[in-house]
């Protein structure tokens, strides 16, 4: 990602610091990059009529059951400071969550889905941070298959490491897939981990057991550690849920995983997540919460308690929607002839490209003067990806049928 900042301007805020005193930023605060997507954001307030379909995030507002329990827990004075590493409550609501969904019927399932294992954070986000804190720093270099989530790319800038992105393949058939050649090859001894998110934020590409598999394989290899975003693990539309590295994993890897809350039960404005990781990290971990948010509160707490163990209805209804929504807005965007996409086997957005349109930002502005439709620009999303837009599509089916109506005229109208 290119940083906004440039190199003479970080010299000139360090030089000659005692001639003229003044305080001076640290060059990984600097370096931190611009969102791309935030950018179309703000381009885009104030419109009105505008389908907003640039933020990774749902239409639907977090369930009754959900906010109830986090009113009840406001109600009876859990407003105190509370479980750096989470409320057993919750710790042990997320232990038999993953129990369900990611034991049994594998063969190979070795690691316990014990409450030691988990960690409950302010979203996902603040896992990924702590992850990241845990295991790379200043001149550390993390390989991230890319396009990918940008604030993969942020959290590693500002703890000072460096993100070597390594392209997924786009093939002709219009599918995504990992080279694990290049993987192997961007390893160097700077190399601290891999960051493999599946199902993954733009693309939709999910990993197969055989290439997790084969990166487990990597990480054993060259000693390195796994940061597994799989937040959209469950948000699949072929399969009950995707490969894990649970499925392949043997229980002394060095594997850290991310989840959040947002995603399944409309809980982003909630900011609620955990970080899963060896028990043996668990005060180190724990210090690191309690020197970064002092723990998650309670209240939000036991509103993921009530997601955990309540939630199901609302996850199948929500699933059931979005699929929905994809099939319009794929087929209807594909019919055009214009563009070229891979049908998304998993998370929520169609990643797709123009034929004609290379300058992808461009035209994610233009888009929202010509079609009042916000689309995030693919050049957010860093190596492989500069020539497509990410659409959201976790939108009502309606409102998605009239966007497509809307792009598909402005494709037609640019054609002539």
């Given at each position: ?29 600097l ?11 703000n ?67 070795v ?27 200043l ?18 800038t ?32 700077k ?25 487990l ?52 404005g ?45 996850f ?52 929202v ?25 976790a ?10 109506r809307?792009?598909s005229?402005w494709l ?5």
């Amino acid at each position: 990602m290119e940083c906004k900042i440039s190199e003479a301007a970080i010299a000139e805020t360090a030089a000659n610091p005692r001639t003229e005193p003044r305080p001076v930023l640290r060059p990984e605060a600097l370096a931190a990059p611009d969102s791309g997507i935030v950018e179309v954001f703000n381009y885009c307030r104030g419109r009105e009529g505008l389908i907003p379909l640039f933020v990774g995030e749902g239409d639907l507002p977090a369930p009754a059951f959900i906010t109830d329990a986090a009113i009840q827990s406001i109600a009876n004075g859990e407003t105190f400071y509370t479980y750096q590493r989470g409320i057993p409550d919750l710790r042990e609501a997320i232990a038999h969550y993953m129990a369900r969904h990611y034991g049994q019927p594998f063969e190979k399932r070795v690691t316990p889905f014990a409450p030691d294992r988990f960690f409950v954070t302010i979203g996902g986000m603040h896992a990924l941070q702590i992850a990241i804190r845990l295991i790379a720093g200043l001149g550390d270099e993390v390989i991230v298959p890319t396009p990918a989530w940008p604030n993969f790319y942020g959290a590693l800038t500002v703890s000072g490491a460096r993100p070597i992105e390594v392209p997924l393949r786009f093939t002709e058939k219009a599918d995504w897939s990992l080279d694990l050649d290049r993987m192997a090859a961007a390893i160097t001894p700077k190399t601290r981990a891999l960051i493999v998110n599946s199902p993954a934020n733009p693309t939709g590409w999910i990993a197969t057991h055989e290439d997790l598999k084969n990166l487990l394989g990597l990480a054993r290899q060259h000693g390195l550690w796994i940061i597994a975003d799989e937040i959209y693990g469950r948000i699949v539309f072929d399969e009950a849920r995707a490969p894990s590295f649970h499925d392949v994993m043997e229980k002394d890897d060095s594997i850290l995983f991310i989840q959040t809350f947002s995603k399944n039960w409309a809980m982003t404005g909630l900011r609620l997540g955990w970080l899963e990781a060896p028990p043996r990290l668990a005060s180190v971990i724990e210090n690191l919460v309690q020197y970064s948010t002092s723990g998650v509160a309670a209240p939000w707490q036991r509103a993921g308690v009530a997601a955990l163990n309540q939630g199901e209805a609302f996850f199948a209804n929500a699933l059931q929607r979005v699929k929905t929504s994809r099939d319009i807005l794929y087929d209807g965007l594909i019919e055009t002839g214009r563009v070229v996409a891979a049908r998304p086997r998993g998370a929520f957005y169609l990643f797709c490209r123009i034929e004609g349109e290379s300058d992808t930002r461009a035209l994610a502005l233009r888009l929202v003067d010509e079609a009042n439709v916000g689309v995030a620009p693919g050049t957010a999303f860093g190596a492989g990806g500069a020539d497509f837009l990410r659409l959201c599509f976790a939108r009502d089916p309606s409102l998605i049928a009239e966007a497509t109506r809307r792009l598909s005229s402005w494709l037609g109208r640019r054609a002539r």
